[in-house]
């Protein structure tokens, strides 16, 4: 039979205690890596769509300048990404 004597498992329990206390500090740097890496992530693939999605706009609408010119229309050539008015070759006339 296994028997623990009293300074055994006081010893013991310490060790442990201590252990734990080491495991949850790993674990809270590498949960707060981990979550740091999501966060930036997900930033990340915000901004891409937010660009993709101006980018999808600023062509839509110089499409739609293209459009206007040829129909013989000069008035107003202007398209803006993120808020700036940007020149689009071909229809900055």
Request: glycine share 10%.
């Amino acid at each position: 039979m296994f028997g623990l004597s009293l300074e055994t498992a006081k010893t013991a329990a310490i060790a442990i205690a201590g252990g734990f206390v080491l495991i949850s500090i790993l674990s809270a740097w590498l949960i707060k890596t981990v979550v740091t890496k999501v966060i930036v992530i997900v930033l990340m693939l915000g901004l891409a769509a937010a660009v993709y999605s101006q980018r999808a706009s600023l062509q839509d609408c110089a499409d739609r300048e293209k459009a206007k010119i040829e129909a013989g229309d000069k008035s107003g050539v202007s398209c803006t990404f993120f808020g700036k008015t940007v020149k689009v070759p071909g229809l900055d006339g």
